[in-house]
T-cell receptor, first 114, second 114 residues
Framework: KAGVTQTPRYLIKTRGQQVTLSCSPI?????VSWYQQTPGQGLQFLFE???????NKGNFPGRFSGRQFSNSRSEMNVSTLELGDSALYLC?????????????FGNGTRLTVT | DQQVKQNSPSLSVQEGRISILNCDYT??????FLWYKKYPAEGPTFLIS???IKDKNEDGRFTVFLNKSAKHLSLHIVPSQPGDSAVYFC?????????????WGAGTKLIIKP
């Protein structure tokens, strides 16, 4: 069974640009969550999607957005990039939200904003 | 306001000895706790969880203890092995919360010395 796949693995962008990250969940998983990880800050929740609907959203500005497709694949977009957006972006999938089954993470996309 | 705190950024333990990683939380509504392990360049992987109705959960070399009155949980690894060297995150959730999300600690880097 393939794991969670995130593309691309690495990305370098310039301030002001926009970026789209992609996540393919484990087959059969319909819930996808996105996290931002920065050194010393742990994982900060961005948003969660289930059945193509955003179910929950963290405390990030509107420049961060996402969507989920009918095949459960998800994308997140960051517009007007800032230096502080440099981070590891992790996607996680599970069967459904609020379940006892743990999240399965991809290996992340390392975004560097210069 | 950090609701989940891992106060030790790093911990060094001799191979074969016990590793104890600590986590404190402030929200008394949290009722489900998880530990994840993360190697460099990989996403976090689920290790062990505990519900608030229990005070201990064991899985092989890994045991998680929960002290609800102290709002404290700990992960014990016995015996510690070189492959245990990684960053460990604790996470907590309040499953009855309408704004359900996992709240993560900042992580503790565990180094197992040969």
């Amino acid at each position: 069974k393939a794991g969670v796949t995130q593309t691309p693995r690495y990305l370098i962008k310039t301030r002001g640009q926009q970026v789209t990250l992609s996540c393919s969940p484990i087959s059969g998983h319909r819930s996808v969550s996105w996290y931002q990880q920065t050194p010393g800050q742990g994982l900060q929740f961005l948003f969660e999607y289930f059945s193509e609907t955003q179910r929950n959203k963290g405390n990030f500005p509107g420049r961060f957005s996402g969507r989920q497709f009918s095949n459960s694949r998800s994308e997140m977009n960051v517009s007007t990039l800032e230096l502080g957006d440099s981070a590891l972006y992790l996607c996680a999938s599970s069967f459904r939200p609020r379940s006892n089954s743990p999240l399965h993470f991809g290996n992340g996309t390392r975004l560097t904003v210069t | 306001d950090q609701q989940v705190k891992q106060n030790s950024p790093s911990l060094s333990v001799q191979e074969g000895r016990i590793s104890i990683l600590n986590c404190d939380y402030t929200n008394s509504m949290f009722d489900y706790f998880l530990w994840y392990k993360k190697y460099p360049a990989e996403g976090p992987t689920f290790l062990i969880s505990i519900s608030s109705i229990k005070d201990k959960n064991e899985d092989g070399r890994f045991t998680v203890f929960l002290n609800k009155s102290a709002k404290h949980l700990s992960l014990h690894i016995v015996p510690s092995q070189p492959g245990d060297s990684a960053v460990y995150f604790c996470a907590a959730s309040a499953r009855g919360d309408s704004n359900y999300q996992l709240i993560w600690g900042a992580g503790t880097k565990l180094i197992i010395k040969p």
